[in-house]
């Protein structure tokens, strides 16, 4: 009954809409579930959902190298809220500043994560959902779609800006923990909802470790088991028209994250190119912060608000 709040018109233009909604819909039935970890990963996403009722506020940054053109320095803010502990919704605010050019913002994007089995398996499957309002000028390379390469973000700031994306973007995050490692697949499909448009294919794929696997019996900040290790590869696959290796680009990364015992989290990466399409380098970091309880809080203050009424 879900789908029919879509109106005809929109049902019509995009068929696979009805099947996410009706889809969540079933979800939203199924009884609460409790993983939540924190990874290295910056492109690569593994199973793990955020803590009911927490919030993860995080700040990334990218530096590309740029030939052709000026580096740049791309940042996002992620507001990350358990709603259940099947489902992780997530808010985007992206901007950049292009060196010898300008700052601008390019856009927003609401993610939602969906994990689709009940109990932990050899293969954990998490469905991703993600609506993108970015412009052209957008730099943070979260995924590297299609047959994007370096040459796409050499122009200004200003020629970029007058392009505006709406995007559907899909993910099955293929997750797997055994002995303490964890490897995660991710095939991505990505469509601009403009009817000319193609749909566009890429990955991610990762692997890490904690290094130690034994807790300390003492809280601090440097024991090994705070330090998760591991690599991630990522790139484009073409597109509907012309899928394949051709003309895509594709990027290598050694990862880190520190988990501190006061729930912040800092995670670096360095991404290298590997073909000639590729930026040389892609160097990210992020910091993290969860509030624990963020939405029990939020619910007695405004249990609060109407009681003083």
């Excluded at 049902?11 to 970890?37: N, T």
């Excluded at 609401?110 to 932990?120: A, D, F, I, K, S």
């Excluded at 290796?245 to 990862?255: G, N, R």
């Amino acid at each position: 009954m879900f789908a029919h709040v879509i109106p005809e018109s929109i049902r019509r233009k995009f068929p696979g809409l009805s099947f996410l909604v009706l889809l969540f819909s079933l979800l939203s039935c199924r009884p609460p579930l409790a993983f939540a970890q924190e990874g290295p990963y910056i492109v690569t996403y593994n199973h793990y959902l955020e803590e009911p009722g927490s919030l993860d506020v995080e700040y990334f940054s990218t530096f590309g190298t740029q030939r052709g053109g000026n580096d740049f320095h791309a940042f996002w803010t992620e507001l990350e809220y358990g709603a259940t502990a099947w489902w992780t919704t997530e808010l985007y605010l992206d901007g950049q500043t292009t060196f010898h050019d300008s700052t601008v913002f390019t856009g927003f994007r609401w993610e939602n994560r969906l994990r689709l089995l009940q109990r932990e398996h050899l293969v954990n499957p998490v469905l991703y959902i993600e609506y993108e309002q970015i412009s052209g000028a957008d730099k943070i390379l979260k995924e590297i779609e299609g047959h994007d390469g370096e040459s796409d973000f050499a122009n200004s700031n200003t020629a970029s800006g007058k392009e505006h994306k709406h995007e559907l973007e899909l993910k099955l995050l293929l997750s797997s923990t055994f002995k303490g490692w964890n490897v995660a697949v991710n095939p991505i499909v990505t469509k601009n909802l403009l009817p000319s448009e193609h749909w566009e294919f890429a990955y991610a794929v990762g692997a890490s470790r904690p290094l130690a696997l034994k807790a300390s019996p003492n809280r601090c900040n440097f024991c090994r088991e705070n330090f998760v290790a591991g690599v991630e590869m990522y790139g484009g696959l073409g597109d509907a028209q012309s899928a394949g290796l051709h003309d895509t680009s594709h990027y290598f990364a050694p990862v880190v994250a520190w988990n501190l015992p006061s729930d912040w989290t800092v995670r670096v990466s360095s991404g290298f190119g590997l073909n000639d399409n590729s930026h040389r380098l892609l160097l990210r970091w992020g910091l993290s912060r969860e509030f624990s309880g963020f939405g029990e809080m939020v619910g007695r203050w405004l249990g609060s608000l109407g009681g003083g009424r």
